[in-house]
């Protein structure tokens, strides 16, 4: 059973590996980000589908309009994974955006912003 998991562990982080070089160096669409990071990627047992979290810094182009570039592109992109990788199949790729850094980032704003606000009231 451990062996299973240590090898989809490893077909994850080699699928992630792969994706984030075809996204920032073979893909070149204008509609891309160039800010674009692989977050995290789950394949499949059958290795038939892989769901792939994408994470955009930057407003343009904004993570909508990098997600439907990259979903135009899919079939190259799944076209250079097999090239690149020898799995038994090549999984079928589902691109999201993935928010959670950006709602950190938002976390963060607003925590300062009421200690600010707190800190304002007490004089200090």
């Known amino acids: 059973m451990k062996k299973n998991a240590q090898h989809g562990s490893r077909v994850n982080s080699d699928v992630q590996r792969v994706l984030s070089h075809i996204i920032s160096f073979d893909l070149k669409d204008p509609g891309i980000s160039p800010i674009t990071s692989v977050v995290k990627c789950e394949v499949t047992k059958d290795l038939s589908e892989c769901k792939c979290y994408i994470s955009v810094f930057g407003e343009h182009p904004s993570g ?38 950006a709602y950190g980032v938002e976390m963060t704003a607003k925590i300062d912003r009421i200690i600010r606000e707190e800190g304002g009231a007490d004089g200090n």
Do not use: C, M
Request: proline share 3%; glycine share 2%; aromatic share 6%.
């Open 64 to 101: 909508e309009e990098t997600l439907a570039a990259l979903n135009r592109a899919n079939g190259f992109v799944r076209k250079r994974l097999a090239e690149v990788l020898n799995l038994r199949n090549t999984p079928e790729i589902h691109f999201e955006l993935d928010t959670s850094i």
